[in-house]
């Protein structure tokens, strides 16, 4: 019979641990797990997001916004999730009581949720000319 094994450096693995702690609510646990994926991975865009989340549920919204910080500067984020972390970063800075900058984060967040329905309109129309030109062929 084969053992179920752990493999520690399994770094998707943990990555899901860490997810399953941050939905049952155990902040502190998720956060162990994905510094361990960053011990490994020293920017691993999905360890950074989670623990971003972790820290702001915890209450610990100083680090959270560092981890916001950091995920953003790192290349390759969709406008999807860059939504999503201006969002959180606007959430942390009410709690810190940055109103100010708070709002700017909205702006961003709100300008990458316009600008990604007009690439899905444009693609949108575009594949209906597509088929249109098809059709006619």
Same mark, same amino acid.
């Given at each position: 019979?084969?053992?179920?094994?752990?493999?520690?450096?399994?770094?998707?693995?943990?990555?899901?641990?860490?997810?399953?702690?941050?939905?049952?609510?155990?902040? /502190?646990?998720?956060?162990?797990?994905?510094?361990? &994926? %960053?011990?490994?991975? !020293?920017?691993?865009?999905? *360890?950074? $997001?989670?623990?971003?989340?972790?820290?702001?549920?915890?209450?610990?919204?100083?680090?959270?916004?560092?981890?916001?910080?950091?995920?953003?500067?790192?290349?390759?984020?969709?406008?999807?999730?860059? /939504?999503?972390?201006?969002?959180?970063?606007?959430? &942390? %800075?009410?709690?810190? !009581?940055?109103?100010?900058? *708070?709002? $700017?984060?909205?702006?961003?967040?709100?300008?990458?949720?316009?600008?990604?329905?007009?690439?899905?309109?444009?693609?949108?129309?575009?594949?209906?000319?597509?088929?249109?030109?098809?059709?006619?062929?």
């Amino acid at each position: 019979m084969n053992k179920l094994s752990f493999d520690k450096s399994n770094i998707e693995w943990l990555l899901t641990l860490g997810y399953v702690y941050i939905q049952t609510h155990k902040f /502190s646990k998720a956060l162990t797990v994905l510094k361990l &994926v %960053l011990v490994m991975r !020293k920017n691993h865009p999905e *360890a950074l $997001k989670l623990m971003s989340f972790a820290y702001f549920e915890s209450g610990q919204c100083d680090r959270a916004f560092s981890s916001i910080k950091r995920w953003l500067q790192l290349p390759g984020s969709s406008r999807g999730e860059a /939504s999503v972390m201006f969002l959180l970063q606007a959430r &942390v %800075l009410l709690r810190l !009581k940055r109103k100010d900058l *708070a709002k $700017k984060c909205l702006m961003k967040h709100v300008a990458l949720i316009a600008e990604e329905e007009r690439v899905l309109e444009h693609n949108r129309k575009n594949r209906a000319l597509t088929r249109t030109e098809g059709a006619a062929q």
